[in-house]
């Protein structure tokens, strides 16, 4: 059994040296553990301090390209390695590394294809309110569209296994958190979690520049998850309301009409017919959405089924 531990960097030499001097070179249940550096194009020292403190592989962007490709590279980067297992963590030593033989446990056991930590959020000081709710948010979130209770979705601390990381894509840019564990949770994969500790803070989060910057990403990447991954539940919603809206505007047209007074409320008519029309367009966008979904988890399954064929013939 091997394990690669990966940590997406981008600009990390600041904090890099310490995060590399707590993790494990041995873990419980593996024949080897290897270390791999994903550098997101950083323009400061990143790779030297790697090299220095004895990191076994280096993948590089040329150009920085956000942490959600930084983490689908490692994934990748890792497979082709000879990953069983692979654990993702933070360059900013955010995650407790003690906790990793905890996390990669169930794993081990069968028990699970994906394992998240869980952090203490309502402990964590450095975590604004918003951050919380929006963390909080988030789960709910991956609840509604996976089905699968995850109390800290946006914990970058998980574990996957080989099978599960050859099954992953991320469409978002700007993070990979909640996406993989919905995709996970409508692969039918098993999914759970262990409480994480956390270290003190050593640096400002490189995601949240700004609240309102953070807010607007995370209500897009919300909004985006429902699009994609449910998209007959959002569109068919909203076609519902408008539909919805449109019969009581029409119920009170009705009402009107028939007590005499129809003639003074012909917007009211005008208004239901056109939320009718909307409603139903709306509608027919949700059939069809569902139905582009049908065919991006069918091309999903035949990237997977490729993915294994190359296994077999040694050509991965």
């Known amino acids: 059994m091997k394990l690669i531990i990966q940590i997406p960097c981008y600009n990390e030499a600041g904090t890099l040296a310490i995060t590399l001097s707590k993790l494990p070179r041995q873990v419980s249940g593996f024949d080897s553990v290897a270390w791999l550096i994903i550098d997101d194009g950083s323009t400061d020292g990143t790779i030297k ?13 040329t150009r920085n390209q956000g942490l959600a490709r930084a983490f689908m590279t490692g994934i990748r980067e890792a497979v082709c390695l000879g990953a069983d297992v692979i654990v993702n963590t933070d360059a900013d030593n ?17 028990q699970a294809d994906m394992v998240v930590g869980a952090r ?16 909080k948010m988030g ?11 995850i109390p800290d979705a946006a914990s970058g601390f998980r574990a ?40 003190a803070d050593l640096r400002p989060s490189k995601l949240v520049k700004s609240i309102p910057s953070y807010v607007i990403h995370s209500v897009v990447t919300i909004v985006r998850i429902f699009i994609v991954y ?13 539909f919805g809206l449109g019969i009581a505007i029409g ?16 917007q009211s008519l005008i208004l239901a017919s056109v939320l009718f029309g909307i ?9 069809i959405a569902d139905l582009l979904s049908v065919n991006r988890k069918l091309l999903e399954d035949i990237r997977y089924t490729m993915k294994s064929k190359y296994k077999e013939t040694g050509t991965e």
């Open 49 to 61: 301090i790697a090299r220095e403190n004895g990191v076994d592989h280096i993948v590089r962007h």
């Open 94 to 110: 955010q995650y407790n590394a003690d906790d990793i033989p905890s996390l990669t446990q169930p794993i081990i056991n069968g």
């Open 120 to 135: 203490p959020i309502d402990s964590i000081n450095h975590f604004s309110p918003i951050k919380k709710f929006l963390q």
């Open 139 to 149: 789960s709910w979130v991956v609840r509604a569209a996976s089905r699968a209770d």
């Open 160 to 199: 996957i296994s080989r099978d599960a990381a050859q099954q992953v894509v991320v469409f978002n840019d700007y993070t990979y958190t909640l996406e993989t564990i919905i995709q996970a949770g409508q692969k039918n994969m098993a999914i759970t979690s262990v409480p994480v500790r956390v270290n």
């Open 230 to 242: 449910r998209p007959f539940r959002f569109f068919g919603s909203i076609g519902l309301i408008l």
């Open 251 to 266: 119920m009170r047209f009705m009402w009107f009409y028939f007590n005499g007074h129809g003639g003074g409320h012909i």
């Open 279 to 287: 409603g139903f367009q709306t509608l027919i966008i949700a059939v």
